[in-house]
Each structure stands twice: as C-alpha cells, then as structure tokens.
C-alpha cells in the first residue's frame, strides 16, 4: 500500500509540478497546501505518513514544521524541497531528523528515489548538496578504522541495511552491528539512527 503523501509550496508552478508528477507515478497524494500553516493543519488532521514541504514558506517555514511536529511526537516524515544549499539549514534539518532534503532543481529526477528510501525508513539526502558541502580534508579519524569497517561505510553510505551488508561481506547481521558500534566509538559519534548514515554520505569521497 502506498504510504499517505501531503505536499506544501507557495509557487503554484511548482505545487502543481509536484502534485500532477506524483499522481502520474500513482503515489498517494491526498492533499496540498499554499503556506506552512495551511501545511502544518493538514498534518495534523490527515496524519500522513510523509510530507513534503517547501522551506521557504508563509506563516510557517518547512523547518519550523518539522520542529512542530518533533514537539508533538508525530510521525510524519518530513522531506524537505528547497534551491537552498545552506550548511547551516542542513544542520538544522539533521537536528530535527528530517527524512529528506532534495534541490529544487533536481526535484523531479530525486523525489523518487528520495521517497523510496524514506519508505524503507532511510533518509535520503540529494548528492548535489552533500557534494557541494563535502569536506575536502578526511576527518583524522579515518585513519583508526579497519579495512572491514571502510568497507560497511562504503555500504552504508550506498543506502544497504544491516542485513543487505551482511549478505554483500558475507558476514552476520550481528557481526555488521557490531563493527557499527566500533565505528561509531571510533569516530566520536552519538550513536542515533542515523549518525553513521549521515556521517558516511558526507564523508563518502574519503572512503575510497
């Protein structure tokens, strides 16, 4: 079953873009909005399982949504549509465990993909952005993991599961967390969900 989808921009092109794309490719759309507020009530009402939000909006910007419904405990997941390529708005979107962050320009080539992954319960960040923030030096740490350890990054950053990485590296799924929590200490990082997701998409060019 197609997960629920409301869909939010104060550019009509663009809301109409996005609303008649998706209904084409048969995803359920089952409500759009002008402005954050009108935004943030159909969430409140119908409850989807995604929205996808301008950030950029009247009233109510997508990230102030997002903060909204991270408040309340929803569990909407928000992706967010936006020309910003802003570090500082990334950070505040990872912050607030928004599921997605794709460019404006982009949007129709990635929401797909971007949709598939949030649907596998994976964040799905564009590439343009991540390569436009990349990092040029490798972090130090990266010199403290293991050849196996490089190798679940590389997959992780590639979306694969525990399990999927399991069966590429011929190993367990016990044995692929357990190298995850070694990489994590290794790295500094607080253990959430997707520290190590967000962590390996950055850092994705110094895995080679």
């Known amino acids: 079953m197609q997960s629920s989808i409301i869909i939010a921009d104060d550019h009509p092109l663009i809301l109409k873009g996005l609303n008649d794309f998706l209904l084409e ?5 089952i409500a759009s909005a002008v402005n954050g507020k009108e935004a943030f009530e159909l969430i409140e009402t ?90 040029d030096e490798a972090p130090e740490e ?17 979306d694969l599961t525990a399990k999927e990485i399991g069966e590429k590296m011929f190993i367990s799924f016990r044995t692929v967390e357990k190298h995850k929590s070694n990489i994590n200490k290794k790295l500094n990082l607080t253990p959430t969900k997707y520290s190590l997701l967000f962590w390996a998409k950055e850092n994705k060019n110094h895995l080679l």
């Not at 909006?57 to 997002?66: Q, R, T, V």
């Not at 293991?146 to 992780?156: D, G, Q, R, S």
């Open 25 to 29: 490719k048969k995803y359920n759309v």
């Open 46 to 135: 119908h409850k989807p399982e995604i929205a996808i939000l301008d950030i950029q909006m009247p009233y109510l910007s997508g990230l102030e949504i997002a903060a909204k419904c991270q408040e309340k405990n929803y569990e909407t997941k928000i992706i967010l549509i936006t020309f910003e390529k802003d570090e500082a708005i990334y950070k505040q979107a990872k912050s607030l465990s928004i599921y997605g962050y794709v460019l404006k320009e982009f949007a129709l080539a990635e929401i797909e993909h971007c949709l598939e992954a949030v649907s596998k319960d994976i964040p799905y960040f564009s590439q343009e952005l991540l390569s436009f923030l990349e990092v």
């Open 142 to 158: 990266i010199a403290s993991l293991t050849p196996t350890e490089i190798e679940v990054l590389k997959h992780i950053s590639e």
